[in-house]
């Protein structure tokens, strides 16, 4: 699925004063394209990858997704539109505590009432390489576990866009790499399009493409 940025713009007030953190963006992301959004704390990239998930709003602009544009949607559609098309990695887990690994991916299917969620849920755990951690909690489970249960989740309901947010931010230097080499084996196995913030240079290396968001402007690296 494709994403194409037009003219984005946000900016917040504080008191009297309009800060501009986004000022223009425009770029075109490919289908199956993965990308990586660089840039110093505060530059705006958490804040872009949430207008991109549409939990927040733009000042102006088009956000494209394959044609389909996020921008004057109404809450309602925007809500469904994301349901059934992008995907979410989010640096903190987000796990249900009093859920199983297993429970806690089927949740996602069973939102969307999609056919067979254990069959699905089960297949997206052994992929990512946790079969053997099906009906462990959340709190049985490593920082790298979780984090796999987490993109298991967002990868089970076969997302056209998966944006993720500092997905190795909260491992060590090593589980992070290989729970990063089982995301980026997965999501290119699936050609899922997906853009990646990240303060990390290494990371940013893996990805086709690199972005620096910088002065409110998305330049190419």
Request: hydrophobic content about 40%.
């Amino acid at each position: 699925m494709s994403l194409i940025l037009n003219d984005v713009r946000k900016s917040f007030h504080q008191g009297d004063v309009e800060i501009q953190v986004l000022k223009g963006l425009n770029v075109n992301i490919e289908p199956g394209q993965i990308v990586s959004i660089v840039g110093q704390s505060g530059s705006g990239k958490s804040t872009l990858l949430s207008i991109l998930a549409g939990l927040e709003r733009a000042d102006r602009g088009d956000i494209l997704v394959d044609k389909a544009n996020l921008v004057p949607m109404t809450e309602q559609e925007l809500t469904l539109f994301r349901a059934q098309n992008i995907s979410i990695v989010f640096q903190q887990y987000h796990l249900i505590a009093h859920l199983t690994a297993l429970e806690n991916v089927m949740l996602a299917l069973e939102i969307l009432k999609m056919e067979n969620p254990r069959v699905r849920a089960e297949e997206a755990l052994r992929e990512l390489g946790l079969g053997h951690r099906l009906e462990h909690f959340p709190s049985q489970l490593s920082g790298g576990e979780c984090q796999r249960v987490a993109i298991a989740r967002a990868l089970v309901v076969k997302p056209k866009i998966l944006l993720a947010d500092e997905p190795s931010g909260n491992l060590d230097i090593h589980t992070g790499d290989k729970v990063m080499d089982v995301f980026f084996d997965v999501i290119r196995k699936h050609k899922i399009t997906t853009i990646l913030v990240t303060h990390s240079e290494a990371l940013a290396k893996r990805c086709e493409r690199t972005l620096r968001l910088e002065d409110g402007q998305l330049r190419e690296r």
